[in-house]
């Protein structure tokens, strides 16, 4: 079957380099909207690098990148998010003294306002929910386990309504119990469009 959709992201001739090292050169891929995508390579060959620049993290040398069809301005995070990129890295930067529900905010793009905990849980209780994320919102980030908190990074990602989510060498660092999570929460998102 022929998919007519348009690419939920498309690199067209993307090539990075730092200084005389080129780290990508020529990448030309395009990724089906609601299909699950796995780029592979050995350490060093560019995964992390092309990921970076799809979020915006990186300016390439030379090449363009498209979501939904409509080019964007590379080398900037807010205009990636804009397009619906969120990108969860290997390393998560989730600030440890924050609560689930602090962080929760803090990836929000909004008027802001005040907030109490109890309200800020209350807030963002049916989003971590329909993730399948089973948490106490009032828990602190450093006192979670590792499957836990990158449950928490991708709901955060989905915050902004995204369209194409990276998930930087995702298994890297779970159980097998937390990667057999992980594919069935990727399964879920891709089940729900």
Not at 141 to 164: C, F, H, K, S, Y
Request: charged content about 25%; hydrophobic content about 45%; overall charge positive.
């Amino acid at each position: 079957m022929c998919n007519l959709l348009k690419p939920a992201l498309e690199c067209r001739d993307v090539t990075v380099k730092f200084g005389d090292v080129t780290a990508l050169s020529d990448v030309a891929v395009s990724f089906v909207p609601g299909e699950i995508h796995a780029v592979v390579g050995q350490n060093g060959a560019g995964k992390t690098t092309f990921a970076r620049v799809a979020a915006g993290l990186v300016q390439p040398t030379a090449g363009a990148v498209d979501v939904m069809g409509h080019e964007i301005r590379t080398g900037k995070v807010s205009v990636s998010r804009t397009a619906g990129v969120e990108l969860v890295h290997q390393s998560f930067a989730l600030p440890p003294s924050f609560t689930v529900a602090e962080i929760m905010e803090f990836g929000a793009i909004g008027k802001g306002g005040i907030y109490s905990r109890k309200g800020l849980a209350k807030k963002w209780r049916g989003h971590i929910a329909d993730l399948d994320v089973q948490v106490d919102l009032n828990r602190r980030i450093r006192d979670l386990p590792i499957e836990t908190q990158q449950g928490i990074e991708i709901a955060r990602a989905l915050v902004m309504d995204a369209r194409v989510l990276i998930l930087d060498e995702p298994t890297a660092v779970l159980s097998p119990s937390g990667i057999n999570m992980l594919f069935a929460r990727v399964r879920r998102l891709r089940e729900r469009g």
